[in-house]
């Protein structure tokens, strides 16, 4: 099934797994009545329900995010950096992030000055200092 931001049920999908957070294209989602005529985007994937979230407009507040989750991070370099001035990417060709990290328990919270978009478990963050690669782990 696929719900709208208010838990209606809009359309049928092929399956979570086939789909990504963000995602516009492929959803299989005409005009809704009731609804504008701008692209849905998927906000959130049940894998328990095989469901999905979509929303419109693609600055939608559930598709940011002010933080993420990272099990475990390979470090690049011999020496920590500073942990609360740091440069990141989500994404490949994505302009430099800034955030800060704290290690917990059960891995590494990474909060961004700026919220993120559609931020995807099993992508990669990747730690930089200018050109300089520290190290990078995977989005939990």
Do not use: M
Not at 16 to 38: A, C, D, N, P
Not at 66 to 86: A, D, G, H, Q, R
Not at 96 to 123: H, K, M, Y
């Amino acid at each position: 099934d696929i719900f709208d931001e208010n838990s209606n049920l809009i359309g049928k999908h092929n399956g979570v797994h086939f789909y990504t957070l963000g995602q516009r294209q492929g959803l299989g989602i005409g005009g809704v009545k009731g609804s504008s005529e701008q692209p849905w985007y998927v906000a959130a994937k049940d894998n328990l329900n095989n469901s999905l979230t979509v929303v419109q407009d693609n600055n939608h507040p559930l598709l940011l995010n002010s933080e993420l989750k990272v099990k475990k991070i390979n470090w690049l370099i011999s020496k920590l950096p500073t942990l609360n001035n740091l440069n990141c990417k989500i994404r490949y060709r994505q302009k430099d992030q800034l955030c800060s990290l704290e290690e917990t328990s059960n891995g590494w919270v990474v909060s961004f000055e700026e919220p993120q978009r559609a931020i995807t478990p099993g992508q990669s963050i990747v730690f930089y200092d200018g050109d300089t690669c520290l190290g990078g782990g995977e989005i939990d």
